[in-house]
């Protein structure tokens, strides 16, 4: 990675992803771990409200209400990740280095194989509840499709936190 | 296929008085993967090997070894006395 070719956007991005405010929030494996979990907690209970928007009788827009700090709180997570993993996903490939870049390709791996078992899971509970039922439930077919959407789009970013590894040691004092 | 590639870079850096800051931007890389070459969580690629050999105007096996390095103290003055 030499800098010479970069954009002004790329070196803004670089200078955002490597900002060290929020370092103790991940710090260790453990830290990191926590904030992927709440990630994708909030993540589910957010898809849970819209699901339930979308199947309720009667329009309930108060429901909007609590998704607003939902969705902040899962916007600074999502910002806490990208710095844990200083803009793995983020940033163009252009302006990562040689270790960056395998990285990135690993975790594009893992979370191609997570996808998959994922998927397989869920395919197996429609087909066992179509079994069941008579019928898949058809009017979950839409939520469903868009879990897996947005599933799909998260979970590299869930991978690369939780494979994260931890920041080198302070560096000399004298230097 | 993992083989452990040895380094004295910390050793070299903290001598020069260079920040791992300071070798990344020389040598194009992140100041992690710096990091953790010197805790040989990471191998570098030959190019980013002689690169950093090349910043510290030394050969690149005075850096890097497949075999553990000896202690300078006994590579200077030999074995133990």
């Not at chain 1, 070196?11 to 260790?28: D, F, I, K, P, Q």
């Not at chain 2, 710096?34 to 990471?42: A, D, L, M, N, S």
């Not at chain 2, 690149?60 to 590579?75: C, I």
Request: glycine share 6%; charged share 20%; aromatic share 8%.
């Amino acid at each position: 990675m030499t800098t010479d070719h970069l954009t002004r956007y790329d070196r803004a991005m670089v200078r955002l992803m490597n900002r060290g405010e929020g370092r103790t929030l991940y710090a260790s494996a453990r830290r990191r771990r926590v904030v992927v979990a709440a990630h994708v907690a909030l993540t589910a209970a957010l898809g849970g409200l819209m699901t339930y928007l979308y199947l309720a009788q009667r329009e309930q827009w108060w429901l909007l209400v609590p998704m607003v700090p939902l969705l902040l709180a899962w916007m600074f997570l999502t910002g806490v990740i990208n710095s844990a993993t200083r803009g793995l996903l983020e940033l163009r490939e252009r302006a990562l280095d040689e270790r960056q870049l395998t990285d990135r390709a690993r975790v594009g791996a893992l979370a191609h194989r997570a996808m998959t078992l994922l998927l397989l899971a869920a395919v197996a509970v429609l087909l066992c509840a179509g079994a069941v039922l008579g019928a898949a439930p058809t009017a979950y077919a839409a939520p469903l499709l868009i879990a897996v959407l947005v599933t799909h789009w998260l979970m590299p970013l869930w991978v690369a936190g939780t494979t994260a590894r931890d920041e080198p040691e302070d560096d000399l004092p004298h230097v | 296929m993992s083989e452990q590639v040895h380094n004295r870079l910390a050793m070299v850096r903290a001598e020069r008085k260079v920040s791992r800051q300071e070798l990344a931007e020389a040598v194009g890389a992140h100041y992690q993967t710096v990091g953790y070459i010197e805790r040989g969580q990471y191998n570098p690629s030959l190019d980013l090997a002689l690169r950093i050999a090349k910043y510290f105007g030394l050969p690149v096996e005075a850096l890097f070894s497949l075999e553990p390095f000896q202690p300078l103290t006994e590579e200077v003055y030999g074995g133990k006395q």
